[in-house]
């Protein structure tokens, strides 16, 4: 397993899914505030206690995690997440604490980009984002269904 991706669930990894729920985590999963420095801080260092959930988000993650999909198939949950990679220990642990599964959590390399001088990269989503849907959808037959959460 490589530092961009962790599968939670080695089964999901054998199966084809027919179903794959794609989340942002921050104002979508976590209610985050990172509008001013001063936020942003303060969300960097909170402990995964600390961390709220949106209402109804983990309730509907777990629901969605072991629901049968209409064919009858599996269904997969993945998150691609503009947080940093420093911040993987906290909240992997805020989602063990939700009682919610992942079999895959994608965090930006934030620390590599502010390193190699790539600033705009460090706010810049579309340029992330886009080619790791891309990646996750590649080599999945085109009935497998996805539904994305955030943005």
Do not use: H
């Not at 490589?2 to 599968?7: E, P, R, V």
């Not at 206690?49 to 109804?56: F, L």
């Amino acid at each position: 397993m490589n530092d961009k991706t962790t599968a939670f669930d080695s089964q999901a990894e054998l199966t084809v899914p027919s179903v794959i729920y794609r989340w942002d985590l921050d104002k979508t999963y976590l209610r985050t505030d990172f509008d001013t420095v001063r936020a942003l801080l303060r969300t960097a260092f909170e402990g995964a206690k600390e961390k709220q959930t949106v209402p109804g988000a983990a309730t509907l993650l777990r629901e969605l995690r072991g629901a049968v999909a209409p064919d009858g198939g599996t269904s997969r949950v993945c998150f691609i997440s503009g947080s940093p990679r420093q911040m993987r220990r906290v909240l992997m642990e805020k989602l063990r604490l939700d009682g919610v599964e992942a079999d895959e959590f994608i965090l930006k390399p934030n620390l590599r980009n502010m390193l190699t001088g790539r600033f705009r990269a460090m706010r810049e989503q579309v340029g992330y984002k886009l080619p790791a849907l891309l990646a996750g959808r590649s080599g999945l037959p085109p009935e497998t269904r996805e539904v994305c959460f955030g943005d």
